[in-house]
């Protein structure tokens, strides 16, 4: 929602149902801002189950799949973002990927490695429940786990979409 205010945003989920919702300017999630953004502003936003579609034509690819903590096995179970991460290179070989889900140290590193690919940051997101849009338009700082061209555009972006326009950008290492 953030960026569809000012750029084409091409959403890709699993489920029909919120791929349904997004379409019908209804929101996924419990949030009054994004609730509102949904009402009162026209955002460049399509949502759909196609990953060709979705990933195809983009110049980046937000990667913000579950990862949830196994408290038996003490790690992180990271196979929605592996899945995405293979689609995304298999339909489009030149996007920085950008991985906004909640990941182990080291994971984006290994992952480089693993799929012989320099493309993948992390950019960790500073979210509280219910005030994901809030706290994206006027974020404390922005980080990318990159030091690339790519990485400093898209974070300029992110800081255009906010409503604080000198925060500061920090282009980090990888993991």
Known sequence: VLLARQHNVIAFDIDADRVEMLNSGRSTVEDAGIEKAFR???LNLAATLDAKKAFANADFIIVAAPTNYDEKAHH????????????????NKNALIVIK???????????????GDSRIAFSPEFLREGKALQDNLYPSRI???????????FAEMLRC??????VEILLTGSD
Do not use: C, M, W, Y
């Open 76 to 91: 992180f179970d990271t196979s929605a973002v592996e899945s995405v991460l293979r689609q995304a290179r298999e339909h």
């Open 143 to 153: 980080i990318v786990g990159s030091k690339s061209d790519e990485a400093r555009k």
């Open 101 to 115: 889900s909640t990941i182990p140290v080291g994971f984006t590193s290994s992952q480089r490695k693993k799929l």
């Open 161 to 166: 979409a906010s409503l604080t326009p000198n």
């Open 40 to 42: 009162e502003q026209k």
